[in-house]
Structures are given as structure tokens and as C-alpha cells.
């Protein structure tokens, strides 16, 4: 026993080294959690010797490790709380005050540069997402992609956003600059290209759009121009590249234009009313033909959804909504424009008869639905009135085809259900 003691606090002295990254003050307690999710408490001033001299920066056979400090000349017990990733790498790191977040937080990726570097003055002194939604952040919080570039500075004065908060470019040059006042977006945005030249400038005030917002293309000609009051869209016009008037909005009325960033094309049509979006919904493909249409009433989807065929006016497939849900008829058509299978829901649930044709126009299949779950359905194969399996009270055997008559699959069901392989 003495020959492995020994062997083992040699180890945890190469994987630390003499001169690492320690807590501050002496250690009076930790926890360790491996990495087969074992749990062990470590007390004794004997066992906790060796670990005082361990880097707990550097990569370790861990999964957590929880290291609690004696109090120092205030009366204050620190404690450092650190995470690590599969490959032994560190991965989160959290300093603490007698039992509350408060300190250093810093997050690593797996390959061992550094995600995040921010100052934690409250909180849950733990490293789940529950906990950090607890948090107060001061001063300024840095965030760095995977090679280590600088990708945003956020600033924070006692857990409000507070100044302007950057982001950047991989190359980096400013991609987006928001100004906070008080934890409201206060101020002008800016977006700029990876070259440095602006795209977009957005004013706000005390959180909502007010004012003047622009966009240009890369060649500095105007793209768009919006003037909001309270977040509501009073007046816009919207250009293509070469500077010919797309849509526009007056008294807060008409169509807000959408471009695709890569082609230029437009992409989008969003119609206004009353300073809102509200109405008809236009998504165009990339080579400029009506793609999808559907209707916004009070921020939802409500009504018929379209979506065409490519290049065509034959509609591919209906949908009805009501509030953002599905309900009533759902129907998808042949590029020849004949009829493909048609049903319906009710509150995003399967509800009622359901069909499916072949594509010379036999029936493929008749269902009925009771919220998703199948009660009954009758499978036939192409040319034959007679079904080839059936579902009863929601216990069979349903048959897939393809539209040309093709055997697809054959799915058990079992309680309305189907069943999964091995059940």
C-alpha cells in the first residue's frame, strides 16, 4: 500500500508540477468526481498534501474537482471549482467566496485555448447552466473562437450590459459594435463587413428601434432605408444593386424587402401594417422565383402556407395554420399538378382522414388519425381495390409505397403507435 501511496502522489506531481496554478492559501478540503462519475472527499491534511502542489489548469484524469481553502486574514473561505473536457483538458475554471460565485471564470475549448475570460461578482458557485443563468458579471468578459481569435468584448457593471459591447471579425477587423446604456440597447449599431466598410448603422433608444436605420451593399450604395418611431416601421425603401426601387413602406404600410447576402438576389417580402409585420409573406429562391407564400396575423402564422415547385406556379404543398399551430387541411400535389395525399391537423396533432395517391391516381392508402395516434388504415397496392394490409383499432400492419408502386417499408402498430425494431 505504502509503494502505490507513493507512486501516486509522484503522478499527481508530474501532472502538476511544483510551481502551478493553486488556490491561495492552504487547502483544507476537496471533492473529486472521475471520470467514471465516482465521487470522492478528501479531508485529511496528509492526503491533501500532494494536491496542493497540482496545476488543476493543466489537463487531469478528471471530470470535476472542487478545492476549498482555508479562510484568510477577512474571516473569507475561497474555493475553485474546475471542470474538464474527455480529452483531460481543462475546460472550466470558477473561483468562489464562501459558497458564492465570486472571481475568476474562465472556459477553455477541448483543444486548449481559451473560450472565455469574464469576472463573476454573484451566484450559484456551481458549472451547470442553471448556476451561470444566476450569475453577475463585471468589467469586461472576452470570448475567443477555437485559434484564438478575439471574437467578442461584452462589458458589464455590476450584471448590466454596459457600454459598448464589440464583436469581431476571425480576421480582426469590428464586425458589430452595440452600445448599452443600463442593459438597454441605447444608440447606434454598427455592422461592418470583414474588410472594415459598414453595412448597417440601426439606431435605438432605451432598447427599441427609434430613428434612422440604413444598410448599404459592399460598393457603399445605399440598400436599404427604415425610419422607426418606438420600434414601429413609419416609413422604408428598399434598392436591389443596381439601385432600382424594390419595395417600400409609407405611413407604415407596404412591403419590407429582404436581400440574400450572397447573390444579392431578393430573398424575402414581409408586408407592414400599421408600423408591424403583418399580412402576406413572399421567400423567393435565389434565382428570384416565388418559392413560398404564407400569412403573419399578430407575430403568427395563420391561414394557407404555399410552397411551388421550383420555377412553377403548381403549388407542392399546403399547409393551414392557425397561431402558429397546424390545423385544417395539409395537402402536397405532383409536379404534374395531380393530387398526392391530403389530411389534416388540429393543434400540431394528425386528426381525421388521411389519403395518398399514386402517381397515376390510384389510392394508396386511406388513414384515420386521433390526435397522431392511427385508429385505422387500409394499404393497396397500385391497380388493386383491395388492400394488401390493414390497421384496426390501431393494432396491424401498415404498407409504404412509393409513387410508382414500389414496396417501401412495412411498419407494425401497436396502441396507435408504430413499433420500433426489437420491440
Same mark, same amino acid.
Given at each position: ?16 508540477? %511544483? ?5 491561495? $492559501?492552504?487547502?483544507? #478540503? ?23 502542489? /497540482? ?15 482555508? @479562510?484568510? &486574514?477577512?474571516? *473569507? ?35 486548449? @485555448?481559451? @473560450? ?65 446604456? !443600463? $442593459?438597454?440597447?441605447?444608440?447606434? /449599431? ?20 427609434? $430613428? ?16 422607426? =418611431? #418606438? ?11 443596381? $439601385? !432600382? ?26 408586408? %407592414? ?15 428570384? %422565383?416565388? *418559392? ?12 394557407? &402556407? ?12 399546403? %399547409?393551414?395554420?392557425?397561431?402558429? !399551430? ?23 396533432? *394528425? ?16 388513414? =384515420? ?28 400492419? !401498415? ?25
Amino acid at each position: 500500500m505504502k509503494m502505490k501511496s507513493y507512486i501516486f502522489t509522484a503522478l499527481l506531481l508530474f501532472l502538476g508540477g %511544483c510551481a502551478g496554478r493553486t488556490g491561495g $492559501g492552504d487547502l483544507i #478540503n476537496m471533492q473529486i468526481i472521475d471520470r467514471n462519475g465516482f465521487t470522492e472527499t478528501i479531508g485529511s491534511k496528509e492526503r491533501l498534501s500532494p494536491y496542493s502542489r /497540482v496545476d488543476f489548469s493543466k489537463p487531469q484524469p478528471y471530470q470535476r474537482v472542487l478545492r476549498v481553502f482555508s @479562510r484568510n &486574514e477577512e474571516g *473569507k473561505s475561497r474555493s475553485v471549482l474546475t471542470s474538464y473536457h474527455p480529452n483531460g483538458q481543462i475546460w472550466q475554471w470558477l473561483d468562489s467566496i464562501d459558497g458564492r460565485a465570486h472571481g475568476n471564470f474562465q472556459e477553455w475549448h477541448a483543444n486548449g @485555448r481559451l @473560450r472565455i475570460d469574464l469576472h463573476v461578482i454573484d451566484g450559484t458557485a456551481d458549472l451547470t447552466e442553471l448556476a451561470q443563468k444566476s450569475w453577475l458579471f463585471e468589467g469586461k468578459a472576452a470570448v475567443f473562437d477555437e485559434n484564438g481569435n478575439l471574437q467578442a468584448e461584452i462589458f458589464y457593471e455590476k450584471g448590466v450590459l454596459s457600454a459598448p459591447s464589440l464583436h469581431y471579425h476571425p480576421n480582426g477587423n469590428l464586425q458589430k459594435r452595440v452600445p448599452y446604456v !443600463a $442593459g438597454e440597447i441605447d444608440g447606434e /449599431v454598427e455592422l461592418f463587413n470583414d474588410q472594415g466598410k459598414l453595412l448597417e448603422k440601426i439606431s435605438y433608444k432605451r432598447g427599441v428601434k427609434e $430613428g434612422l436605420a440604413s444598410g448599404y451593399w459592399e460598393n457603399g450604395q445605399l440598400q436599404y432605408e427604415e425610419v422607426y =418611431e #418606438n420600434a414601429f416601421l413609419k416609413t422604408a425603401r428598399y434598392l436591389d444593386r443596381k $439601385g !432600382a426601387h424594390v419595395a417600400t413602406i409609407d405611413k407604415g404600410t407596404g412591403f419590407k424587402a429582404q436581400f440574400d447576402p450572397e447573390s444579392g438576389s431578393l430573398s424575402e417580402l414581409h408586408e %407592414c401594417q400599421g408600423g408591424r409585420s403583418e399580412g402576406v409573406v413572399k421567400l423567393f429562391s435565389p434565382g428570384g %422565383c416565388l *418559392k413560398t407564400v404564407y400569412k403573419i396575423k399578430e407575430g403568427m402564422k395563420e391561414g394557407e &402556407e404555399r410552397e411551388y415547385y421550383p420555377g412553377s406556379a403548381l403549388t407542392k404543398i399546403l %399547409c393551414t395554420w392557425h397561431e402558429d !399551430a397546424l390545423q385544417g387541411p395539409i395537402k402536397t400535389w405532383y409536379p404534374d399538378g395531380s393530387a398526392e395525399s391530403s389530411c389534416s391537423y388540429h393543434q400540431n396533432k *394528425k386528426q381525421g382522414l388521411s389519403f395518398a395517391w399514386y402517381r397515376d391516381g390510384d389510392l394508396m392508402l386511406s388513414e =384515420e388519425y386521433h390526435q397522431d395516434s392511427l385508429v385505422a388504415g387500409s394499404y393497396f397496392e397500385r391497380g388493386s381495390k383491395r388492400p394488401i394490409s390493414k390497421v384496426v383499432n390501431g393494432k396491424g400492419l !401498415a404498407s409504404l409505397f412509393d409513387p410508382d408502386g414500389i414496396l417501401n417499408k412495412k411498419i407494425p402498430y401497436e396502441g396507435g403507435l408504430p413499433l420500433l425494431e426489437g420491440q
